[in-house]
């Protein structure tokens, strides 16, 4: 059954060697939903780079990752291994970077370190850097020590409930159902067939244009009517059929024929029709 609740986005920040640990603290948190989300209506939601982040041109990787994930988290659960990981041009790495823009916004962060034996290859200049960071932290705040991945998990989920309480998220406000209508808009549609001129030379033409109406919303829209509007120096496409004023359901179409001139360009669609007793109307631009 649906229930209301508090979707809090728990960021999961750590270097790549960290996958164990990574999916321990999400199947925590999935654990704590199963258990506790209807009751304490909060629903905590699991985020990581490799999963929620969107490829995105125009600035650093980590750019992208504090403006997507960073900013967006309400508690930020940072883990490392072994490894620092590799520097970006705010901090010592990524995750180093995470932390700090977390923790300047004011956002609960919990950073845990490792106390499992280290893996025999080692980077020993990636384990420096890392002790060197872990000791910057130290004056700053209790760090976090586990032993495996199901212990990271067992304190993750108790930090979790430590910030639940600190939070003050309030009472959760029901959201209200949106008003049923009709959404309709236009496209312009067409297909293209051979066609052989007098040389014997072979090129596409333009037939069976037409304005296609769609029906995105959940209502029927009743005695549709359609008008095509010029729009500076482009010409109207010369409408057949515009008189038919059909009712288009929810998710359906209707498909109005047209010829096009050369050359046509925007135009304004004017579409009008009922839902019930009210008239609704709406203006959309379009290319054809």
Do not use: C
């Not at 057949?240 to 288009?248: F, L, R, Y």
Request: proline share 5%.
């Amino acid at each position: 059954m649906a229930f209301d609740a508090h979707v809090l986005r728990v960021l999961i920040a750590s270097p790549g060697d960290t996958t164990e640990e990574r999916d321990a603290v999400e199947r925590s948190l999935h654990g704590w939903n199963a258990s506790r989300a209807e009751r304490e209506q909060v629903l905590l939601l699991p985020a990581r780079w490799e999963t929620d982040a969107v490829p995105r041109l125009g600035g650093s990787g980590q750019s992208v990752i504090n403006e997507q994930l960073v900013d967006r988290a309400d508690i930020i659960i940072a883990l490392f291994d072994s490894r620092l990981g590799q520097a970006t041009e705010e901090a010592v790495s990524g995750t180093a970077e995470e932390i700090k823009r977390a923790h300047e916004a004011g956002k609960p962060v919990h950073v845990y370190f490792s106390e499992e034996p280290l893996p025999r290859n080692v980077d020993e200049k990636q384990l420096t850097a890392l002790r060197r960071f872990q000791a910057s932290l130290e004056s700053q705040g209790l760090l976090g020590r586990y032993a495996n991945p199901e212990d990271l998990g067992f304190q993750v989920r108790n930090a979790v409930e430590h910030d639940l309480e600190h939070l003050s998220l309030g009472a959760v406000v029901p959201r209200r159902p949106a008003e049923e209508h009709a959404i309709l808009r236009a496209t312009y549609e067409f297909e293209r067939e051979p066609e052989t001129d007098r040389q014997g030379r072979t090129r596409l033409k333009t037939r069976r244009e037409r304005i296609r109406i769609t029906n995105h919303g959940s209502v029927t829209a009743e005695k549709v009517t359609i008008a095509l509007e010029s729009l500076g120096d482009s010409n109207a496409p010369i409408l057949h059929g515009a008189e038919v004023q059909p009712d288009i359901i929810a998710t359906s179409y209707y498909d109005y024929p047209v010829i096009t001139y050369a050359g046509s360009g925007s135009v304004n669609v004017v579409l009008t029709w009922h839902e019930g007793d009210a008239e609704q109307t709406v203006t959309q631009a379009l290319v054809v």
